[in-house]
């Protein structure tokens, strides 16, 4: 389960407020408080916006001091406010070196997993960091369909199921849909040293002019150009201990129960491979 939650009370209730305008940090605490209860299984989903992005490590910090074991950090990208692309890349590169440093194996962060993955030969997880999209269509009411939830617009409709299976509209208009993510690569993208990681990222946020370039650029770019390049070094250690492994045991990737090889000293099925 995901919990909406963008750190300490003085940060997450500067946005997160109900219709009366009351911060809501107390509340969502006590939402954490049941699930811990029941142990029910659950995420922190941080969305970074202008008010936290200054402050990583006190949000990151927070996080650890409530025993979050995951976390995922959303950028805010939409037409009324957008985080800063270059605060947002320091903040995730603040993240990872403090997690480098103390972390690993403890918590486990959603970008640095999607870094890692790429690292040891697996897909993304995050639809925003795979080469097509096209993944999750969207079924409305009436049998309109559509390629995603941020393309619910009559210019991205795909077809009605009344005139078409469903079948067919993944098979052809969805696949089309999905393929243009990658093909419609702005052309900074084509030789960059993080395409691997990071794929252009998503195409509705593709709203920065490219340079020389008819196709724009992903609003995100700086942070994410500056991120993986950031934790490059150490994906880069953690593929070479895979793929000496690999050679090692002739086997590929290491069993479940094997040493992680991030180094964690957990299990691989305990670590990355979840
Ligand atoms: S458009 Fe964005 S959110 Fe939708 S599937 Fe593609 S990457 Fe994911
Ligand atoms: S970091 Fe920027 S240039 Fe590189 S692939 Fe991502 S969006 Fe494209």
Known sequence: MGLSLDGPQRLHDQCRLTRLGQGTHSRVMQGLALLKTYRIPHDILCVVHHHNVDHPLEVYRFFKNIGAAYMGFLPVVNASDKVDPEKFGAFLCAVFDEW??????????????????????????????????????????????????????????????????LETLIRDSLQRFGRQKHTGLPHPCKTCEALAFCNGGCPKDRL??????ERTLNHLCPAYKKFFTHCLPFAEQVQSLWQGRSKDQKTSPPGRNAPCPCGSGKKFKHCCLK
């Open 100 to 165: 480098k440093a103390h972390d690993i194996g403890r918590t486990r962060i959603q970008i640095i997993e999607e870094a890692l993955a790429t690292a040891t030969g697996r897909d993304h997880s995050l639809c925003v960091f795979r080469k097509e999209c096209g993944e999750i269509p969207v079924v409305e009411a009436n049998g309109d369909v559509y390629p995603c939830d941020h393309f619910v617009r009559p210019a991205f409709k795909l077809g009605n199921l009344s005139a078409l299976s």
């Open 208 to 213: 920065r002019p490219g340079p020389g370039s």
